[in-house]
């Protein structure tokens, strides 16, 4: 397998945000790459562009009336595709296309033998729903690559790790009975923050019943709390084995974002992001891509995904 870190990049998924103040502005791409310039970081990793993804991959996991619905609204350019928090504007069907188009480069990068990790900043839409938009997500390009990771690469077992501050609810109720979707999330409790889901007792449905790892953390909840809760994820992962590993790095996790209440320091992205490069080695495989997720102080997001790549890239 070579080596190297893959960096999804570039003016496609740049587009994906809102303006008008909306707190995922399209801004967020340019704040990370100056960070990582600033570091001599860009030097160092493989850069590789979007794609838009096909219509096939999308329905992996949406609905097909749902991937309908973004377009004609996309194109009329008006109204919402949810309660207010993701607001149509002409061009975003395309733009969150490139997202999922990007997550899955990466991924297939990755399964390929190309590279052992691969990082895209604009991606880790996990409030997406099957069938409908969440939460400034459109498509849920974390789901559609657990999907694709299966009928395309024939893998069984995916881990989803993911320590945004909010609950990855996209994620969890679309895999709520799968017991080989290995879910860890590390958020802010429920019932303080949106979108109110996620408490310790859901551990899954059906036959996945008590496979699933939901961590819920108290507001103000800082290092020292996120470390206690992060060893029950790497104790989690090394007994589910998974044969990939993907990483919802949200920086809205980190002290000081305008919409949560967490007090990481990026240090704890870092630190995820290295011991996750650990375990996916000891397992044989090394397979990690990370997806920046949320995140909406500037500062903050530049800095805790440009950790995460120093991690990646140490980690070789």
Known sequence: MSSGVLLICGAEIARYGFGGGHPFGPDRHEAFMRELHARGLDGRVRCGAARAATREELESFHTAEYIDQVRERSA???????????????????????????????????????????????GGLHHAARDQAAGFCVFNDCGVAIEMLRRRHGLRRIAYVDIDAHHGDGIFYAFEDDPDVLYADLHADGRFLYPGTGAAHETGIGAARGTKLNLPLPPDADDSDFLASWERVEAYLRAGQPQF??????????????????????????????????????????????????????????????????AFLDSE
């Open 245 to 310: 590993i993907l990483f919802q790095c949200g920086a809205d996790s980190v002290a000081g974002d305008p919409l949560t209440s967490l007090r990481f320091s990026v240090r704890a992205h870092a630190h995820a992001a290295a011991r996750l490069c650990a375990i996916a080695d000891g397992l044989g495989h090394g397979r990690v891509v990370g997806m920046g997720g949320g995140g909406y102080n500037r500062r903050n997001l530049a800095e805790a995904w440009t950790g995460v790549v120093q």
């Open 76 to 122: 009329g350019g008006h109204a919402y595709l949810d309660g207010g928090d993701t607001p149509a504007w002409r061009g975003l069907f395309e733009a969150a296309s490139y997202v999922v188009g990007g997550t899955l480069n990466a991924v297939d990068a990755v399964m390929e033998g190309e590279v052992r990790r691969a990082f895209i900043p604009i």
